[in-house]
C-alpha cells in the first residue's frame, strides 16, 4: 500500500544525472553498510575484561621447601619422572599474568640456567615454579 502523499509521484519516470555515471549496486550498498567509527574498539574491551592475577611473593620457607624437593627430583631425573608442576606466565599485555598447571615427563633440571627441560623439549624457568610434585604411574585397568 503506497502512502497517499507519494501517489502523485510514484509512477513518474526517474531522470538520472547526465554528467555523471550511475552508481553500481556494490559501491551504493557499500554506503549504507555499517562500519566501525573506532577500529580496535571492540578488541581494546575485550583486552579490558581479560582478568589477571597478579603473582604471589613466597616466603622463604615456600622457596627452601621447593629448593629441597628439586635436590630430590635432580636425584631421580635420569628416570625421567611424570610432575604436575604449576608455575606463573606473566601476561605480555597488562599486570599479572595466570598461573598454569600441567603433567609432564621431566628430562633434566638445569641449575646453571634455572630451568627445568621437560621431554616435550618446553623448558621452564625455575624461578616462575610455584609447586611441583611427582606423579605416581599406575597403570589403568580396561
Do not use: C, W
Request: charged letters at 35%.
Amino acid at each position: 500500500m503506497i502512502p497517499e502523499k507519494y501517489k502523485g509521484i510514484i509512477d513518474l519516470p526517474y531522470h538520472g544525472s547526465e554528467t555523471r555515471p550511475k552508481m553500481d549496486r556494490v559501491n551504493r550498498a557499500a554506503q549504507f553498510s555499517p562500519f566501525a567509527a573506532l577500529v580496535g574498539y571492540y578488541e581494546i574491551l575485550g583486552e579490558t575484561d581479560r582478568q589477571t592475577v597478579l603473582q604471589e611473593d613466597f616466603g622463604e620457607d615456600d622457596r627452601t621447601e621447593l629448593d629441597r624437593k628439586l635436590t630430590l627430583l635432580i636425584e631421580k631425573e635420569k628416570q625421567r619422572p611424570l610432575i604436575t608442576v604449576t608455575y606463573f606466565v606473566p601476561d605480555e599485555k597488562k599486570e599479572g599474568g595466570r598461573y598454569v598447571t600441567e603433567t609432564k615427563n621431566i628430562k633434566r633440571v638445569d641449575t646453571t640456567l634455572r630451568k627445568m627441560i621437560f621431554t616435550d623439549k618446553t623448558e621452564l624457568p625455575l624461578d616462575s615454579i610455584v609447586s611441583f610434585a611427582e606423579k605416581e604411574e599406575t597403570d589403568a585397568p580396561d
